[in-house]
């Protein structure tokens, strides 16, 4: 299973915002839209950087008060790791259990496709498991 079947299923919908966007404003977006992680793009819409919920409170426990005045350039994780639409499912995991992460844009070509999370992968894991007993189970019932 790959990262494009996921996108599939989930959509390739993008949350992104700029990096002069306000930190407070982007705040709002991903307590609105209930996501961990919003896309920085550039002019352009090539991918600037990430910033995720984590990035927001390390923010405001080092910088406190400040944060109200900064934007999302500030603060975003600008070496991104991304994957490709053929990417699988476990190569996605292991990334993003190795990086501490849990957001992975999804680019081929320079071009962004879509984002996945780890709520994601996970969910096709488990309809893969579900489907290989699914397919288990009606392989033994003809057999007997």
Known sequence: MTIASVLRSKGNTIVSVKPETPLMELVATIASRRIGAVLVLDDQGALAGIVSERDVVKALATKGQEVTGMRAGDIMTRTVTTVTPATSINEAME??????????????????????????????????????????????????
């Open 95 to 144: 990334l993003m259990d190795r990086g501490y992460f849990r957001h992975l844009p999804v680019l081929e070509n320079g071009e962004l496709l879509g984002i996945i999370s780890v709520r994601d992968v996970v969910r096709a894991r488990i309809e893969r498991h579900v489907e290989e007993t699914d397919n288990l189970r009606h392989y033994i019932h003809n057999r007997t």
